[in-house]
Each structure stands twice: as C-alpha cells, then as structure tokens.
C-alpha cells in the first residue's frame, strides 16, 4: 500500500564524478590549486594511480595532536552530554543551534553512537515515529512517509546518520566515542531560587553536579582483572544524561544517585504501553538534582514509565526538551555564579 503522502523533497549534495564517460561533472572543470581534480577525471585512469606521499608518523600525529587539543578545550564544558543515542544526539542538535556560543561535549560509551537507532523494532529497517516528532525530522532534513498519525523513515540508519552528521559538524560539539562515564563530580548543596522567584526543580538537594569522570569504556570493562586504572574528569555546570534503560551502561547517572542516597530507589521501567509512554517521557524530561537532567528511557527508570519498543518520536523530542531545560538551568547557574 502506498504511502498518504511524503515528507518535502530534500536537497542533497552531488558527488563530483559523471555516471558516463564525457558527461560533464558535477563541479567545476578547472580545479583550484591544491585540490585533487574530480572524480571523473580518475574514472578509466587507474594505471598511473597514487597517493600523495606520507610518513607514518605524520598520521599518527595528525590525529594524536587534535585529540589531545579537543581534550584540552573540552576539560572545562559548558554542558556535557552523557549518551549519543537518538536522544542525546538530538539534544546535542538542539544546543548546538540554539547555543553556538556554549562548548557542548558529548560522550559516547561505544565505539558506534547512534544506541538503538540504527534500526527500528526486532532488526527491521524502517524508523515509525508518531506525530508530532515529524516535525523534528524536517529540521534535520531527514525524508519521510505521510502515514496520517504517524511517520515512516525508510532506514533508521538514515535518522541516525543524519543527525550523527549535523552534530560532527557543528564547530562547538565534540563527540568523544568509545569513552565511558564512571561517575559524577558532585559539590556540596546546590538549589534555590530561579530569577522569577520559582523554587528552581530541583531545589534542597544535598549535592550539585559539576561535570563527569571519564575512562576509555575498554578500560572501564577491566578494572576488575586488571590493576587500578584511574579516570579522566570534564568539568560542567550542567550535564544530561540520556543512557537508555537499565543494562551494562544503560540508567548509569540515575543508578549512581542511588547509590549516592540523592535518589531512594528507582521506579523501574514498567512493561511496554506505546500510547502512555511517549507522552510521559517527554513530559518528564527533567533536571533531577541540581546540574543533572535526564531524558529518554533512562528517566523511565527513574519514574516507573512504560517502555515504548519501536518507536522513535519521544526520543527526539525528550531530546528536544532537555536542550532547552540544560539552557535554562546553565544560564540560571551562571547568573548565580556557581561555576
């Protein structure tokens, strides 16, 4: 059955190389000094191929050089995002637009962002998000089936990617990957009152957070057989998390603020309710102490939520609606000076 309608046309960009031998190319035939010529002018031309010479180290040092300088810029963050799943990559989307001044970290404990979104339900493809999630989809520029209450994106791959790539691009983002949060940094109280006179949410908390503790998440899987191996820290006014629910990094800062005594227990996530758990999800999005707010499925755990299996619009827009809480929380902190 045909689709009711699709998402507007999309522009893409061209690939500079010709489908057929003589055709013109997609760019300019006189090359600028410095740039390799297109692609069609290498098609039928393989026999006298080479790269540009390099030494090894040269690489090595190309890499090493701007890691260790990302490290040094982004050791003292505006916002830390812990989680590049569907959630905190659109939160990390929504800040770096609305906040190019802010310097945004974002986390990853795998090798691979994107959490479960790189396809939808049971290993298949096609990506359902319900109505109005749509809208978030057209921001991205991420195409889409009209299917009245909801919409249909033919690969999830392509969400993730897209988002994964608007995110990479923004000069004020950095995605440090394959880099587990171990704890929190914390300072003493935190709380108060916000400039309308309203008890800010999280108000009379014995603790603050103030940034993250880091290691390399295969460093985080071995402490146990191997020797003490301590971590790296990010400093932060404000830090979401959006893990996921519970599992081998999944609900990590809500787990550790029980263990903390900032938290009781948790609610646990409650069985699979589609209609009720979208909603409660978005609604909830939260700062829950001072300098923390959570979003996604890790505040299901938290709450008691129903889970939502495979469908996507609430962690976009949970993701949408912790950017703009972490904007207001960071310019509140800064207002009352506790950096």
């Given at each position: 059955?045909?689709?009711?309608?699709?998402?507007?046309?999309?522009?893409?960009?061209?690939?500079?190389?010709?489908?057929?031998?003589?055709?013109?190319?997609?760019?300019?035939?006189?090359?600028?000094?410095?740039?390799?010529?297109?692609?069609a002018d290498?098609?039928?031309?393989?026999?006298?191929?080479?790269?540009?010479?390099?030494?090894e180290?040269?690489?090595?040092?190309?890499?090493t050089?701007?890691?260790?300088?990302?490290?040094?810029?982004?050791?003292?963050s505006?916002?830390?995002?812990?989680?590049?799943?569907?959630?905190?990559?659109?939160?990390?989307?929504?800040?770096?637009?609305?906040?190019?001044?802010?310097?945004?970290?974002?986390?990853?404990?795998?090798?691979?962002?994107?959490?479960g979104?790189?396809?939808?339900?049971?290993?298949?493809?096609a990506?359902?998000?319900?109505?109005?999630?749509?809208?978030?989809?057209?921001?991205?520029?991420?195409?889409?089936?009209?299917?009245?209450?909801?919409?249909?994106v033919?690969?999830?791959?392509?969400?993730?990617?897209?988002?994964?790539?608007?995110?990479?691009?923004?000069?004020?983002?950095?995605?440090?990957?394959?880099?587990?949060?171990?704890?929190?940094?914390?300072?003493?109280?935190?709380?108060?009152?916000?400039?309308d006179?309203d008890?800010?949410?999280?108000?009379?908390?014995?603790?603050?957070?103030?940034?993250?503790?880091?290691?390399?998440?295969?460093?985080?899987m071995?402490h146990?057989?191997?020797?003490c191996?301590?971590?790296?820290?990010?400093?932060?006014?404000?830090?979401?998390?959006?893990?996921?629910?519970?599992?081998?990094?999944?609900?990590?800062?809500?787990?550790?603020?029980?263990?903390?005594?900032?938290?009781?227990?948790?609610?646990?996530?409650?069985?699979?309710?589609?209609?009720r758990?979208?909603?409660?999800?978005v609604?909830?999005?939260?700062?829950?102490?001072?300098?923390?707010?959570?979003?996604?499925?890790?505040?299901?755990?938290?709450d008691?939520?129903?889970?939502?299996?495979?469908?996507?619009?609430?962690?976009?827009?949970?993701?949408?609606?912790?950017?703009?809480?972490?904007?207001?929380?960071?310019?509140?902190?800064k207002?009352q000076?506790?950096?």
């Amino acid at each position: 059955m045909a689709p009711s309608a699709v998402s507007p046309a999309q522009q893409h960009a061209q690939l500079a190389f010709a489908s057929k031998k003589g055709q013109d190319a997609t760019v300019d035939d006189h090359t600028p000094e410095g740039l390799s010529k297109p692609l069609a002018d290498m098609m039928g031309h393989w026999e006298n191929f080479s790269f540009e010479p390099i030494r090894e180290s040269t690489v090595s040092r190309a890499m090493t050089r701007r890691y260790f300088a990302d490290l040094d810029r982004h050791a003292e963050s505006d916002i830390v995002i812990i989680g590049a799943g569907s959630c905190g990559l659109s939160a990390a989307y929504t800040l770096g637009k609305l906040r190019p001044d802010l310097r945004i970290t974002l986390i990853e404990a795998s090798v691979s962002p994107g959490g479960g979104a790189w396809l939808g339900g049971q290993l298949f493809s096609a990506m359902v998000m319900r109505k109005p999630a749509d809208v978030f989809l057209r921001e991205v520029g991420v195409p889409y089936e009209d299917e009245g209450d909801y919409v249909v994106v033919k690969h999830a791959a392509l969400f993730t990617s897209t988002v994964l790539s608007r995110v990479l691009a923004m000069e004020n983002v950095k995605l440090f990957n394959a880099t587990a949060v171990e704890d929190l940094i914390t300072r003493p109280g935190g709380g108060g009152e916000d400039g309308d006179g309203d008890e800010d949410a999280a108000a009379g908390a014995a603790v603050r957070v103030a940034g993250v503790v880091t290691n390399w998440t295969l460093v985080s899987m071995h402490h146990d057989d191997q020797s003490c191996m301590d971590p790296n820290t990010i400093n932060a006014p404000v830090v979401i998390s959006t893990t996921g629910h519970d599992g081998p990094f999944g609900a990590f800062s809500v787990k550790r603020l029980v263990s903390m005594k900032q938290l009781e227990q948790l609610g646990g996530m409650r069985g699979l309710d589609m209609q009720r758990a979208e909603d409660a999800i978005v609604k909830n999005t939260r700062e829950i102490v001072p300098g923390l707010i959570v979003g996604g499925m890790e505040l299901s755990e938290i709450d008691g939520a129903n889970r939502m299996g495979p469908t996507f619009g609430a962690m976009a827009l949970s993701g949408v609606k912790a950017a703009e809480e972490a904007i207001r929380v960071f310019d509140l902190r800064k207002k009352q000076n506790e950096f």
